[in-house]
């Protein structure tokens, strides 16, 4: 699944803006994984301009590609959220290692952001 910036949003408040370090308008970012909020916005996860995956407001986005990965599975928790990703990031603790730096979970990373971005 890929997207198109289509306008730039502050992810707190939704108010329009007109740079970001994170998006930049008009380019096109590869969905690693959808995440659904009980009661909030729609969010998609990218690889945002400075290299780090991030949630964005997917009011934001325009669908260039329609493709769901075939490895993503969906996560429901009740009264909580929905997510579409890689099984292995829906694991309890895996963004946690990643953002620490754990070179097994930076690997998983990035086997599967290959995966979908070869998709």
Known sequence: MKVRCIKLLDESTGDPLETSSWLSLESVYHVLSVNMEDGAAVKFQLMSDNGT???????????????????????FVAGSHVELSPKLWSEPGFW?????????????????????FQE
């Open 53 to 75: 995956p991030a949630f964005h407001n997917a009011n934001q986005f325009e669908i260039v590609s329609d493709i769901i990965p075939a490895r993503w599975v969906i996560n």
């Open 96 to 116: 946690e290692s990643y953002f620490d730096g754990e070179p097994e979970a930076i690997s998983l990373f990035d086997t599967e952001k290959e995966i979908i």
